[in-house]
DNA sequence: CGGTATTCGTATCAAATATTACAGTGATTG
DNA sequence: CAATCACTGTAATATTTGATACGAATACCG
């Protein structure tokens, strides 16, 4: 075993020896992070029969690791668990000398990926929120989703997610050719919802309004320098969508998409039951595998 | 085993019970409180020889507090070391006195959903990320990418982003009727981008399982409790979902998506930036907005 | 003071578990 | 296309570990 001065953690360092391992080593490693430390805190037939691999590809991981043998793995395990259950919860897991440059790309872009949501849930007046929320509840209003051409994703999802709690909701991301006909049928009651993100797609803002123009209610997901479409939007939901990347993150956009979703959801639950319910009888292929 | 409608935590039944115990038992009893639960995480001898008594006596304190063995005895500490892991990851960083129950639902979403991030990101090997940047980096392999009902917007945005910087990308998300010719062109050098998260269906199981005969390569991206599909991916990327709400969260497993996104652009970016600024003068018509 | 009952540890046994050997499989390379 | 190599599960083995019976010790009661 080599002396480290500061001995790495167990995560650290089977993150660190992951690339040295086989693929299925590899299934059993990921196994334990994904629940760690509980996954190997039990017979290591017990772990590898719930990672889904042979118990001694667990006795080899251990090897590859370093330890003298299963028991051995686990006393470190207990050993750092203990550790972390007296500190109440610090870094639960990672180090201190984390040092901002030298992490990973990952840790950056996910560090990254949080203020924006911080950032943008804390700008953001509840009440408008609540308000969009109480919008799409009301079922007598018909719900139309347009995205762009990398926003249309976020469309997608909320569409997917809506569309199972009430009726009357429509995606018309892309299908551009059809948007005079969807504007036609447009009624006063009924919510546009647009995504439009920096970059703003002249045809979105343009059918946005088009569709206020005949009164309809816009409501708009944008990022923090608003596209030109809310000044028609009766809501704006602004968000923040940095990175480090050469795209923008729609992380916060997409945590926006669930909260309301989370709220129309929540809302009025009763009424919604009964729907999901017959939902899930109707996809019976999607059930749960067995075991 | 009891199936008591307020199941009283093993501390709480210890010390209960505390009275009916014999002078060593109740020795023993105080070892484990002392430090909890860590004691009796080993073997009963470890733990009786930490408590200073026999490893009988352990086993018959066991056996008294109604547990039909060491085995069970030990199953039931590690469920509550679980739940009780899980959750103290809370009052991390913000709000000063924002009592956790009186903050805006908006919040706690928020602050949730990057938990789920950084507990992502902190148990993800980065070279897992990277090698399936590397993966996709790669035109020589033609790219298809599938995702559920709730899961296909993430394949939507994947494809918008990836299909930005590269040919042969596919989204065969719904299209179930055509998934036999994808699986005959399917060579051996191709990947398989696969979304399934909780329910995961079926039917895009089988055709992970699929691909990965005709020799594809199966990516994976799912949550915590890993989709079956996990036995035939090459590499997969395990993401936590947890809310709030009746919803799983998306918004770990985007920001694995954004993150190869971003490691596929970045990297050789002299040969894509060509082919991007191509693509957007295709699309002066959708561009910018004058003002 | 003697007898009895409870308690606790030692020794033993049986079951569960880690470990190792081995062979089948698939991939890779020449 | 053959041959080799690496990988992984099955099965056999060795070791550990939980469980139990028994006897020594102590406290308690008559």
Redesign the pocket.
Known sequence: MTDNPTPPTLVEHITASFERL????KRAARALLDNYPMAAL?????FASEA??????V??L??KLGF?????FQARLREELEARLQSPLQRSGSGPRESESEAHFLHRYAAQACENVMNTVRRLPATEIEAVGALLMDERRRVYLLGGRFSAALAKSFHAHLHAVRGNVQDISGQSAAWPEYLLDMRSRDVLVVFDFRRYQKDVIGFAEDASGRGATVVLFTDQWRSPAAKVAGHVLSARIDTHSRWDSAVAPLLLVEVITALVTDHRWDSIQARIKQLEGLQTQLQRHPE
């Open positions: 086989t693929a299925t080593e039990g017979t290591a037939a017990g889904g691999v042979s118990a001694p590809t006795l080899r251990v090897d003298s043998g299963y028991a051995d």
